[in-house]
């Protein structure tokens, strides 16, 4: 008989019937403390050589029921390496189909990014390079640290360019994304990684939700805060993680800032600015035009043709991170966001979008904030 397991890292699933390799019965299990719920990742033991058929009944109540057309889940052996397995919406239930090669295999979301390899990061990062260095901002509601990593040596002139990643915990290609650009920003043989830390000193949180994360939420911390709509009023009680982060923003000043996310339906990599403040300048646009110039140049797999619309967040617009960061600092303010399913101008169906796609992307943003970077003070 088949099994099915999520008690792990990031695990999150419901069972409802999988006595039956062709008709596993599941749901899709909210965040912890609120009712958000896409995010998936399970294991499934005793399916080799069957032609098992896994179904999310309760999909079309998803925090993003479009997310599911055209969306191809990931599975993996070892979970090191990812690959898609065939998905179909019916408009109530997503089913996947999928004939095991081992007896152990494990399907997600996304690819994850665990816990595990998050402390990796960190720690690695520090020793990678002499001018990295760690600053502990304090603790989340479950006890986890908060870390942001300090990149560069502080002299007059310098700009503050801050990026952070994955406040929503199920965007797990946020953090692909911060692991690709420390490590580009970290190498010292990396020619724009130093000719940037020259001009700029970046302050990097790989992780803004580390609760969440290995809780195997989608979208929420521990509390239930949706941290992206926390901005203007954070509190320690409900959410720690923007209140510190924004304390330390608020004493070394921010001249440029990007906010790492991802999208369910939108099969593109985006930005997202903060035209919409109502103290969005004309230096404030010119300088999105160059960052969007610069990095279509950089990077193929970033566009600018597909994105949100203006006035997508209405009256929380100022709630959000790169609106209330713009406002607050006249900076240079971006939400990018990458996608779950693939990219559709260059699309790889074997493994759609995924996290050593994130990485390279992430690597690439550097040649935009380059490009930049003389006119942000």
Not at 31 to 38: G, R, V
Not at 135 to 162: C, F, M, N, Q, Y
Not at 293 to 304: E, G, I, K, M, R
Not at 327 to 337: S, V
Request: aromatic share 12%; glycine share 8%; proline share 6%.
């Amino acid at each position: 008989m088949p099994k099915i397991s999520s008690h792990f890292d990031a695990g999150a699933i419901e069972v409802v019937d999988a006595a039956d390799s062709a008709n596993i019965r599941l749901k899709l299990r909210p965040d912890n403390a609120s009712e958000f719920a896409q995010w998936f990742h399970f294991r499934l033991i005793g399916g080799k050589d069957r032609d098992c058929v896994l179904r999310i009944e309760n999909a079309s109540q998803s925090a993003y029921p479009v997310g599911w057309d055209g969306y191809n889940a990931v599975a993996s052996y070892d979970r090191e390496t990812w690959f898609r397995v065939p998905g179909e919406y019916d408009g109530k239930a997503f089913t996947i189909r999928h004939t095991p090669a081992r007896d152990s295999v494990y399907y997600a979301y996304f690819e994850p990014y665990p816990w595990d390899r998050h402390l990796r990061l960190i720690g690695g990062a520090v020793e990678a390079s002499p001018w990295c260095e760690l600053v502990h901002l304090g603790s989340t509601l479950d006890g986890r640290d908060l870390d942001a990593l300090k990149i560069g040596v502080e002299t007059p002139g310098k700009r503050v360019i801050w990026i952070i990643a994955r406040q929503h915990p199920g965007e797990t290609m946020a953090e692909w994304f911060a692991e690709g650009l420390l490590e580009a920003l970290t190498d010292e043989q990396n020619a724009l990684g130093r000719a940037l830390l020259e001009k700029a000193v970046f302050y990097v949180v790989p992780n803004m939700n580390p609760d969440g994360s290995v809780r195997g939420n989608l979208r929420t911390n521990a509390a239930g805060a949706n941290l992206n709509r926390e901005w203007q009023t954070p509190t320690l009680e409900r959410s720690p993680e923007v209140f510190l982060v924004r304390q330390k923003m608020l004493e070394t000043g921010v001249d440029a800032f990007l906010d790492v996310h991802g999208d369910e339906s939108i099969p593109h990599n985006f930005v997202a600015g903060c035209e919409g403040n109502p103290s969005f300048s004309p230096r404030q646009d010119a300088l999105q035009a160059a960052f969007k110039a610069a990095w279509l140049a950089a990077s193929p797999d970033f566009q600018t043709e597909h994105g949100y619309g203006k006035g997508q967040f209405g009256p929380d617009t100022l709630k959000l991170a790169t609106n209330w960061v713009g406002d607050r600092f006249g900076c240079l303010a971006y939400t990018i966001e990458m996608p779950f399913k693939d990219t559709a101008n260059r699309p790889l169906p074997e493994v759609g979008w995924n996290g050593e796609r994130s990485r390279q992307f992430g690597a690439s943003v550097l040649a935009a904030l380059y490009a930049v970077a003389d006119q942000l003070k």
